[in-house]
């Protein structure tokens, strides 16, 4: 009897464990601004032939943005509670163990409650607006998630609003 009771706690804080390791960070927020804009294609329009440009980068930028953040929902101080009062069952006997229980209760929760705080905070991304200055005079824009070996004063080619080093 003992053994299938300490075998069911054992699986209980397994399960809790996992449920509190599920948790996810937010997938980042980038910015989908494209320049210059272009227009949607209409119906039955000829499709024009690839254009490419020649220019300079004149400027790289770094864009920051932030996620707000969505708080605690009270699932992580739950499921920390719920782990921790298993936990501290495991220890001691009589009061010892009525004691560790509630310590573990109280612990877990805390400790839940601040790993979901920490999940589900703001967080913060960067991206990166490299303007170019064309040969043909005109300036473009292009926000791309990193400028890889882009430097200012470098040769582009644009082809198909891609940039890359020429």
């Known amino acids: 009897m003992k053994?299938?009771?300490r075998f069911l706690s054992v699986g209980a804080s397994v399960l809790a464990?996992?449920?509190l390791t599920a948790c996810v960070a937010p997938a980042p927020v980038y910015q989908t601004n494209r320049y210059p804009y272009q227009a949607p294609p209409q119906p039955y329009a000829a499709v024009p032939a690839p254009y490419v440009e020649y220019?300079?980068?004149a400027n790289i930028e770094v864009l920051r943005s932030q996620t707000s953040g969505t708080g605690t929902s009270g699932g992580g101080a739950v499921a920390g509670g719920v782990v921790g009062g298993v936990l501290g069952?495991?220890?001691g006997r009589g009061n010892g163990r009525t004691a560790a229980t509630v310590l573990g209760v109280v612990g877990g929760a805390l400790l839940g409650n601040g790993i979901e705080a920490n999940n589900n905070g703001p967080?913060?991304?960067?991206?990166y607006r490299?303007?170019?200055?064309?040969?043909?005079?005109g300036y473009r824009a292009f926000d791309v998630s990193s400028p890889g070996d882009l430097r200012i004063g470098d040769r582009v080619r644009i082809d198909n609003g891609q940039i890359s080093r020429y």
Request: no cysteine; hydrophobic share 30%; net charge neutral.
């Open 55 to 57: 220019g300079r980068v």
């Open 17 to 19: 464990l996992a449920t």
């Open 3 to 5: 053994t299938n009771l």
């Open 89 to 91: 069952n495991q220890i």
């Open 123 to 127: 967080r913060a991304y960067e991206s």
């Open 130 to 137: 490299v303007s170019v200055q064309t040969e043909n005079g």
